[in-house]
């Protein structure tokens, strides 16, 4: 088993039988769909699918009650997610579904946790003025419960390494929120850049970890003031586990996880500035694009 940050893309997939299904056995897809096995975002958006831009309710009625077909295995995912079509009342979209059974075990994540975080971050965001994750639902599907997010076409001409490596401004929300979602896996790739410049983040499977571990390549504001409107959110935030967000994430999270969140957010209240690598452990996730 690897560690979450540390995912070589070449290590091939566990060898151990895991119980995780073998979406290419049994999954039936066409020619067209073949197609859709895919490493690469943009060539997703060649294929058709329906990407409608759609209100956040709208999006989460749509994923937990629409029947979802599935249309392909995304070739460069390490969890076996799987691209999709959402359906219900006329309304259409592309999705992806990441199905507990393909999660990958990792040493320093409990097995069959990772659907959970990823909507557990989704609802994180959703408690923000922020809209930095998909909608994203937890739902039973073709290979048993999983994660089901919308999927976000991403600006072809956009390039998320570039707003990183040029330390873009637009990318501070993000990093206020890995810190409060103790993310450890926030690479480039992860980054979703739509028309018009707004930034969404996905692949949250790996967050909220009790113990400190943020790995990522947004690392251009550490040690630096968060502004008033992001004291604001982390605030908001803190008040939130409280009531109504502290709740949701009890039923997706163990009560240590959500503890440490409170915490974690105390302290980033009281520091008031973006946290510092830890010398003691890995800062980037690998590979980070
Ligand atoms: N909701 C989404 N909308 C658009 N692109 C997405 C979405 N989720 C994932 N992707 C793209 O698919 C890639 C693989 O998905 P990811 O969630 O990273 O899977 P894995 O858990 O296997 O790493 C991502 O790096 C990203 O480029
Ligand atoms: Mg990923």
Redesign the pocket.
């Known amino acids: 088993m690897r560690e979450a940050g540390d995912r070589p893309d070449d290590a091939g997939p566990e060898t151990e039988d895991d119980g995780a299904p073998d979406p290419d056995a049994e999954l039936d897809v066409d020619d067209e769909a073949d197609e859709a096995e895919v490493d690469e975002?943009h060539a997703i958006d060649e294929l058709g699918l329906p990407m409608p831009v759609l209100a956040v309710e709208t999006a989460l009625a749509l994923l937990a009650h629409g029947t979802v077909e599935l249309v392909g295995l995304?070739s460069?995912?390490?969890?076996n997610?799987l691209l999709g079509v959402a359906r219900l009342d006329g309304l259409e979209a592309a999705c992806?579904y990441?199905p507990v059974a393909g999660e990958r075990p990792l040493v320093d994540f409990p097995d069959g946790t990772l659907a959970r975080r990823e909507v557990a971050a989704f609802e994180t965001s959703r408690a923000t003025p922020w809209n930095l994750v998909?909608p994203t639902v937890l739902r039973d599907g073709e290979y048993g419960e999983g994660m089901v997010?919308?999927?976000?076409r991403?600006d072809p001409a956009a390039d998320p390494v570039a707003l990183v490596v040029g330390e873009d401004p637009v990318l501070r929300p993000m990093a206020v929120f890995d810190a409060a979602v103790n993310n450890t896996d926030r690479k480039a790739?992860?980054l979703?850049v739509v028309n018009g410049g707004h930034v969404?983040g996905?692949?949250h499977?790996v967050t909220f970890s009790p113990v400190p571990k943020l790995r990522t390549v947004l690392w251009a504001w550490r040690g630096q003031p968060f502004a008033d409107e992001e004291l604001a959110v982390l605030h908001e935030l803190r008040a939130g586990l409280d009531a109504a967000l502290g709740e949701t994430l009890g039923g997706l999270l163990d009560r240590i996880e959500v503890t440490a969140t409170r915490r974690r957010l105390d302290r980033l209240i009281e520091a008031g500035v973006f946290p510092q690598p830890d010398p003691r452990r890995p800062a980037l996730p690998w590979p980070p694009v």
């Open positions: 975002r995304l460069a995912s390490t969890n997610a992806i990441k998909p997010q919308l999927w976000i991403a790739g992860h979703v969404y996905v692949d499977g």
